[in-house]
């Protein structure tokens, strides 16, 4: 059992009752101290506004909740609808040699970090990568001219200015045992909630996480199977759900915050899920796939675009998008509107 499954156990038991993990309250006193210190010095040299709004999506426990396929729905609406978004982010897990560094088809997830090339894929929008999420926001206006910025994560980044702020709740998982790193998996405590401007359940809250988050949990968001892709060098081709693979056994691959999410969604679709779970993040070698050489392997396209290069014929990736309620989307348009007014 890897490290981060052993706190993930603790931290996000079932039922919702946490594992206090008393030995390390030192270290969660620690860390609340510090992220406080930090906030409030931030918080009193606000960044400048930039020209155009800021949506940022984050949340505030560690590990997937949702955020970032949420950031590709709001970025397909905003489109539909005559606006030029662009996507920023701190692209973890990748190292550009210099930034801000913009995402291509062509981009290598090494650079990029693995969801900034998954949401540039999926939803063709511009998405610029740079530890300096302003700087990443800057160049989207100027090279791109887009007038309106989605920040994939980055709500306790405080150094980048926000106009709306969104905060996603895994609706099963939801705040887990309430404590703080590395006693729990909170980098904010539970008050945060009540700052943000829309709160975001992934899924129907179960009855400890609307304990936990009470009427703050607005909108409920489901995640539906959208399409499958496959790789051949540098092109990606993208089928409908109904030519994917047959119902029966598969092996089920994911690096991401919470797999079971991932497992559970196959099953539902009718696949027999052999689990291969790694941690979030993971970076592929081509012997970690190589199960039986026959049978289905299904992955998440986040996982997928680590795989490009030795993609092989058997392999598919499952694209979900998100869906929510009508008001979510109206709240969207109104604050733009609103933005539009005052700036004018």
């Known amino acids: 059992m890897s490290l981060e499954n052993w706190f993930n156990r603790r931290w996000y038991p079932q039922g919702g009752e946490g594992n206090s993990l008393p030995l390390l309250a030192p270290l969660e006193h620690l860390y609340r101290q510090v992220s406080a210190r930090r906030r409030r010095a931030e918080l009193a040299e606000p960044p400048a506004p930039l020209s155009v709004p800021v949506i940022v999506v984050g949340n505030i426990t560690t590990g997937g909740a949702g955020k970032t396929p949420l950031v590709a729905e709001l970025g397909r609406w905003l489109r539909e609808r005559g606006w030029n978004p662009g996507i920023i982010s701190r692209g973890y897990g990748g190292r550009a040699k210099r930034y801000p560094y913009q995402v291509t088809a062509q981009s290598h997830p090494l650079e990029s970090g693995d969801e900034p090339l998954m949401l540039h894929l999926i939803t063709g929008l511009p998405v610029m990568v740079s530890p300096n999420r302003t700087e990443a926001a800057q160049a989207l206006i100027d090279y791109h001219q887009c007038n309106v910025i989605l920040s994939d994560d980055g709500l306790q980044h405080y150094k980048l200015w926000r106009s709306l702020e969104i905060c996603v709740v895994d609706g099963q ?8 790193l590395p006693r729990g998996p909170l980098r904010e405590p539970p008050e945060r909630l009540r700052e943000v401007d829309l709160v975001v359940s992934n899924g129907e809250a179960a009855e400890h996480v609307r304990e936990q988050c009470g009427e703050l949990l607005a909108f409920s968001m489901q995640l ?31 690096a991401i915050g919470n797999p079971q999410r991932f497992f559970h969604e196959l099953r539902q679709m009718g696949y027999q ?6 941690p979030d993040h993971h970076q592929f070698s081509p012997q970690e796939l190589q199960f039986d050489g026959v049978t289905p392997v299904i992955m998440t396209m986040k996982d997928a675009v680590k795989c490009r290069d030795f993609w092989q014929s058997h392999w598919w990736a499952l694209e979900v998008s998100a869906r929510l309620p009508d008001l979510f989307y109206q709240k969207i348009h109104q604050h733009l509107k609103q933005f539009s007014e005052d700036d004018q």
Do not use: C, T
Not at 173 to 180: E, I, K, P, S, V
Not at 229 to 236: E, P
């Open 273 to 278: 899920v052999m689990e291969r779970p790694f």
């Open 224 to 254: 539906q199977p959208a399409a499958w892709h496959q790789f051949n060098l540098d092109q990606i081709s993208q089928l409908k759900l109904a030519s994917g693979p047959g119902p029966g056994p598969v092996y089920g691959v994911a």
């Open 173 to 180: 998982r939801g705040l887990g045992n309430g404590r703080m």
